[in-house]
């Protein structure tokens, strides 16, 4: 899986070197985010739920005829899917987190997830608005601290601009 260190340690190995004093920054800067980037995802860990939730529902107040998908799916189907997949998102979010990168999100959350989406005839947008409801629901310090903000809301923007 990625993360800042294995990034670092694979783009030197590539070129043919020993990480230099740029890619040492780029880890010791990662280190020194760890501690707010622990709370942000025991934060979302321990509401994980309401959070996705509560973008859920943004989501379909922006869009509702996902309240009336066609017949040929069950509503309740739908909306069970779609809350499921606004959850598998918060959990990558947290996964990356942890490691201090966007590998979990590239490698299990984006890699294809548009072309399924359009073979499947899905549309992202309502993703999208969870998300962005969720990054702009999101404050410190009721939430977490700044930094722990920071950390999270800069996931939510990645996931954000893969899915548009």
Known sequence: MKSV??????????????PGPSDLESVQGSLQRAAARLEAAE????GIDAVAKEG????????PYLNNEGEANSTDTYKEKCLRDIKHYLRLIQYCLLVGGTGPLDEWGI???????????L????????MQFT????????DMSPQAL???RSLLDYVINSLS
Not at 43 to 46: D, F, G, Q, R, V
Not at 135 to 142: F, H, K, L, V, Y
């Open 5 to 18: 260190v294995t990034t670092v340690i694979g783009a030197a190995d590539a070129a043919g070197r020993f």
């Open 43 to 46: 934060k979302l860990a321990s």
């Open 56 to 63: 859920y529902d943004a989501c379909i107040k922006k869009y």
């Open 111 to 121: 890699a294809g997830q548009r072309e399924v989406y359009r073979a499947l005839g």
């Open 123 to 130: 549309p992202t947008a309502p993703y999208v608005a969870a």
């Open 135 to 142: 990054r702009d629901r999101a404050c410190s310090p009721r």
């Open 150 to 152: 920071v950390e999270f």
